[in-house]
């Protein structure tokens, strides 16, 4: 597949009044043609400019073109009077994709309609070329200019696609520079020069010496090498205009081999992304400038400077002074780039366990790589640890020293960046007929709530700013606590509502130090007493009741029934919750907790009590976010 990624050759085709002429490819080795085929060419290099050259005959003639063909990933078998004739496309084919399959060879480019330089700022005559129009004298002067790259004709639709605009991005930026220094008509006119000058002399040897002399050509040779060597490219035009470009299919494969990554891919999960979503950089800072122009390095800054794996978008935004749209733009760019990843952020309640995929095998690189990073530390003894899906809290304990739990944050987040993890989370989905999945599901919330912070704990917020890693606390891994309000707990029993024994208590102590009445009013105070209390609680429990039958009603008359069955049922918040989390569509099995916990402002603690409370009616499993996992599961 990797194959199909890389590029054959690069070649610039150029159409002027002598004609068209091809000035330069890359590679310039002629593999697989014969002396006779080798000779011929050179001998026809220098032809009439006034010829008429018909394809169908060049297609067909067997002593200047053998059966086309790919070997070693380079382009063979085309000679350049053939390529030549079939890419100077005419006026109308211009300034839209243009792609051509032959045999197993597919051509792409783009072929662009560049006008002349003004001759008040630079003589045409001067550069050793003379222009004319391409089909009325009378029309501003233009010459037409196409950089084509040949691809494997397996080569999928996306890849062709970027190849094609790549090509366009150059023909935009010579159209730049042309028009403002002349740029274009001085680089052609010398690669036309060496040609005339070399007319006796091997091919080969021309193109090395066209790369030597002219700029523009070392730009599409440096273009060539970084397609094939990383999918990444910064090349600039004319000392002048840089630019930039990166192939998702070629780079992705730099941090995990053998995946391919298409655009499409990357825009449907940049598409999910949230702002309680968090960023992981794959690389070193000082790689980061590579992806984007100078007029955008400011920006970035800002953001790497409020860059944190523990913390989220939204809070790398007000830290950074960047609007979330404007994050968003730049992660989605370092995404494409290959230089990030979507990630939620780290924090002790996070589950991970090992990636179906890795690369964990005794031979493999990232054994030494991880030594070297942690010293005294073995890849396969720390990732064990995941072999069933574990929580980061799980791993560590009060009595460990914080620097240990930096150390184990950090070598999380290196097998992150390695993909060798993989996050899971917990989906809900409501399903009331299916009984046999209570047990199971009870089993499982109920291990989640003796893992969850309990009331009178503080729970977890991944979004408030913490400690950097290098600190070596643990508090740079969770999430500083939030206060949890200590208040009476009613539980329902039979459909009646009872107050805790400390809340009972607390009444009691407040009635010992209430004044007495005198004892000649005792009794009447008494009983007036009771029966407001019991008028009270008498309409109390009609309000409830008739709110209950009004929450019910947004299940169908099976799911009441099952519902009803459940105590907590009977209690007007806990139903009130479940109907609310039912109507916003939560319980479908496409919300994990983490995102029902930041829309609805909700504590883990708070969800997975309701979890439990109402195991008989819904069950939850662990799975990947299918909108991140997208982009590496692809192959």
């Known amino acids: 597949m990797e194959a199909n990624v890389n590029p054959l050759a690069v070649i610039l085709v150029y159409f002027d009044s002598k004609g068209d002429r091809l000035l330069y490819r890359y590679p310039y080795q002629t593999l697989g043609q014969t002396k006779t085929a080798s000779e011929d060419q050179r001998k026809s290099r220098k032809r009439n400019p006034f010829a008429v050259t018909h394809v169908d005959d060049l297609l067909q003639t067997p002593s200047q073109v053998v059966a086309s063909q790919t070997g070693q990933g380079q382009l063979q078998g085309f000679a350049d009077d053939v390529l030549s004739a079939l890419f100077a496309v005419k006026p109308q084919l211009c300034n839209q994709k243009f792609e051509l399959k032959l045999n197993d060879v597919r051509f792409v480019s783009h072929p662009t309609l560049i006008p002349h330089k003004e001759q008040g700022s630079r003589s045409a005559a001067g550069t050793g070329t003379s222009s004319t129009t391409l089909a009325n004298p009378s029309k501003k002067q233009q010459m037409l200019i196409n950089i084509v790259f040949a691809l494997n004709a397996q080569a999928s639709y996306s890849i062709v696609k970027c190849y ?55 730009s599409l040779r440096s273009i060539f090498h970084d397609l094939s060597n990383t999918g990444l490219l910064s090349t600039s035009l004319n000392h002048n205009l840089t630019l930039c470009f990166c192939l998702p299919a070629k780079a992705h494969q730099l941090h995990k081999k053998g995946s391919m990554v298409d655009p499409e891919t990357i825009d449907r999960c940049l598409r999910a992304l949230k702002p309680y979503h968090g960023m992981l950089l794959l690389v070193d800072f000082a790689e980061l400038l590579d992806c984007v122009p100078p007029t955008g390095a400011r920006m970035l800054w800002q953001l790497v400077d409020a860059y944190n794996p523990l913390i989220s978008l939204q809070s790398m935004a007000s830290k950074a002074d960047l609007s979330i749209e404007h994050v968003y733009k730049l992660v989605s760019h370092l995404v494409y780039w290959a230089k990030a990843t979507i990630i939620y952020p780290l924090c002790e309640t996070n589950v991970y366990v090992i990636a179906p995929d890795a690369p964990l095998h005794t031979k493999s690189h990232l054994v030494e790589k991880f030594s070297t990073r942690f010293a005294g530390m073995s890849l396969f003894e720390v990732i064990s640890d995941f072999s069933l899906p574990t929580s980061i809290g799980h791993l560590t304990t009060p009595l460990q020293q914080p620097a240990r739990q930096g150390i184990l944050a950090q070598m999380v987040i290196w097998m992150l960046q390695h993909h060798l993890l993989m996050q899971l989370h917990t989906y809900v989905q409501f399903m009331p007929s299916e009984d046999e999945f209570g047990d199971s599901a009870s089993a499982s919330c109920s291990q989640q709530l003796r893992d969850a912070p309990s009331d009178e704990e503080q729970e977890q917020d991944p979004d408030v700013d913490q400690d950097e890693l290098h600190d070596g606390s643990m508090l740079s891994m969770t999430s500083q606590p939030l206060p949890v309000p200590v208040s009476s707990v009613s539980i329902s029993i039979g459909g009646l509502h009872r107050r805790e024994a400390s809340e009972e208590q607390s009444s009691l102590a407040s009635d010992n130090i209430a004044v007495q009445p005198s004892s000649s009013h005792k009794s009447n105070f008494s009983i007036t007493a009771s029966m407001s209390t019991d008028n009270c609680d008498s309409l109390d429990s009609m309000e409830d009741e008739q709110k209950l039958k009004e929450l019910l009603q947004v299940f169908s008359e099976p799911d009441r029934a099952a519902i009803r069955r459940i105590p907590a049922s009977a209690n007007v918040d806990d139903l009130s919750l479940l109907v609310k989390l039912y109507q916003m569509g939560y319980f479908k099995s496409e919300h994990h907790l983490e995102e029902i916990m930041y829309f609805e402002n909700l504590r883990r603690s708070q969800l997975l009590q309701l979890l439990d409370k109402f195991r008989d009616v819904l069950i939850i499993y662990e799975t990947e976010d299918p909108a991140i996992a997208s982009m590496y599961n692809t192959k």
Request: net charge negative; aromatic share 4%; glycine share 4%.
């Open 164 to 218: 094609h605009e790549l090509s366009k991005r150059l023909g935009l930026a010579l159209k730049f520079e042309e028009q403002s220094s002349g740029y274009l008509t001085e680089q052609t006119a010398q690669m036309a020069r060496t040609h005339d000058e070399q007319q006796q002399q091997p091919l080969e040897d021309t193109l090395a010496l066209i790369a030597e002399r002219c700029t523009l050509a070392q």
